[in-house]
């Protein structure tokens, strides 16, 4: 083989290397972008806790020996409150037991002086038993001539028919309790002593729905008049594709919305945020950007988790944990302030936090590759967990504001976990009782959810919020209930 040829054929061979290189370093790049995938968990990003294997299950629950260490008994915490059954002073019967013979001599007590007793009450539901009224509207015919009809009341529908409470019964068992429709018919048959219709059932939520008109006019007035909302949305399959269900909410409201888009769209539609003026808290999707009346608050939380899972690589885990440090910082800070009465952490103490703040971003962007990151994975030389860490490092420089938002404005909550509580009794529906088969089934419970979830807030027995809406009209919360 001449020289010319070995060049040419050393040329090709290192071609041929390089490009196998370039191969090698997207294929690992690839294979750690699917094995932080597979790492990934509730503890350390948006998953639900339900998608968690047992062996994340129980890395994510501490052990007994660090909740020794940590001073943490299992159960009832010091200082927690207290709850159990306690006695009424008007029993609705009583029952004397009087022994019929002495325990010493045998002998019969007929005749025995009473000098002392102990009482104790038990409560028990009574025998449950459906309750049949018969109305009977008369005509009577006047002097005159004339023969008038008298009027069924509301709830006698037909010539047999289900009254308010069973209604309420049967929507409180679905919306509430989540059972699958069979399931509460076969219960309240149970129950009623007759057979209650699946049909039935399941049309109850759409009526219910379709008595809550004032009730969401009252509910929309006072989100609009509150001081912070919290907002987050979740998908769920209706009909065989994906919706979205919204949830807008405060301690003492909440608006569930199923809508089919998750951005603009649906915030138009749910009608509160557009002309919102007060501190809004999300997880920072971008569809609320656009919202410039509102002061906007990102959820620490979420970001913390974010944090945990790009700090699983050592070399990102330095500026991952001061980062973490200074949000829960920031939130002993805002809590402390507000205690003591003030609306924003004291001057050098925000002064502090926001240069640590700083000082963890530039640690960041220190150990990274000049960005940003190339558009398309696996390539320019990034790896994975490089993008993700110059990601999360370039919101949280560019989102400074929204993310200490605690720190200017003690009202601002730390994390956005009002409206994950909310929105999770989704979840938890689809979870017990399937996906949902119409869109107005799916309408019908997020407006369900909205009545109950609000009524409990105030504290509300909720069997009797729902009578009263299946008789005179829905519960409306107090008109000068704020948050």
Request: with cysteine; hydrophobic share 40%.
């Amino acid at each position: 083989m001449s020289a010319e040829e070995l060049e040419a054929a050393i040329a090709r061979l290192q071609a041929e290397n390089a490009g196998l290189r370039a191969l090698l370093v997207q294929l690992q790049s690839k294979v750690a972008d699917l094995e932080a995938q597979l790492g990934k968990h509730s503890g350390n990003s948006s998953k639900p806790p339900s998608s968690d294997t047992n062996t994340q299950r129980a890395a994510n629950n501490l052990s007994r020996a660090q909740r020794r260490a940590e001073a943490r008994k299992q159960g009832k915490q010091r200082g927690a409150e207290g709850h159990h059954l306690r006695r009424v002073e008007r029993p609705d019967r009583t029952v004397v037991h009087r022994p019929e013979r002495c325990s010493g001599c045998g002998g019969g007590l007929d005749r025995g002086t009473v000098v002392g007793g102990e009482s104790r009450q038990v409560f028990d539901l009574p025998a449950v038993r459906a309750e049949v009224t018969v109305h009977v509207a008369q005509r009577v015919r006047c002097g005159c001539g004339k023969i008038t009809a008298a009027s069924f009341p509301p709830e006698a529908t037909a010539p047999a028919c289900w009254g308010p409470g069973v209604r309420a019964l049967g929507t409180y068992l679905t919306a509430r309790q989540h059972l699958p429709v069979a399931r509460a018919a076969e219960l309240l048959s149970d129950v009623l002593g007759a057979p209650v219709s699946t049909g039935f059932v399941a049309g109850l939520q759409a009526e219910a729905a379709g008595r809550l008109g004032n009730f969401f006019a009252r509910l929309r007035m006072a989100l609009a008049g509150s001081v912070v909302l919290h907002t987050d949305e979740t998908s769920a399959r209706v009909s065989g594709a994906t919706s979205w269900f919204h949830v807008v909410c405060t301690s003492l409201f909440t608006l569930v919305v199923c809508h089919p888009s998750r951005g603009r769209t649906a915030i138009e539609d749910i009608a509160v945020l557009p002309a919102y003026k007060g501190i809004l808290m999300h997880d920072g999707l971008s569809t609320y950007d656009y919202l410039g009346g509102a002061t906007h608050a990102q959820c620490c939380a979420h970001l913390v988790r974010a944090l945990g899972a790009v700090g699983e690589v050592a070399s990102q885990n330095p500026w991952t944990t001061a980062m973490e440090a200074v949000l829960f910082d920031a939130k002993d800070a805002a809590e402390k302030a507000a205690a003591a009465g003030k609306n924003k952490v004291p001057a050098k103490a925000a002064a502090n936090l926001r240069r640590r703040y700083d000082d963890a971003i530039q640690m960041a962007f220190g150990g990274l590759p000049p960005g940003p990151p190339p558009r398309r994975r696996h390539t320019g030389g990034w790896t994975g967990y490089q993008r993700d860490a110059w990601n999360l490092a370039a919101r949280l420089r560019d989102r400074k504001a929204e993310v200490l938002r605690m720190v200017a404005d003690t009202r601002a909550p730390w994390s956005n976990n009002q409206a994950e509580r909310d929105l999770r009794m989704v979840k938890i529906q689809q979870k017990v009782s399937g996906t949902f088969h119409s869109t107005g089934g799916a309408e019908a419970f997020a407006a369900c959810r909205s009545y109950i979830q609000t009524a409990a807030k105030h504290g509300k027995n909720l069997l009797d919020a729902l009578v009263e809406l299946f008789t005179t009209g829905p519960w409306l919360p107090p008109a000068g209930a704020r948050t």
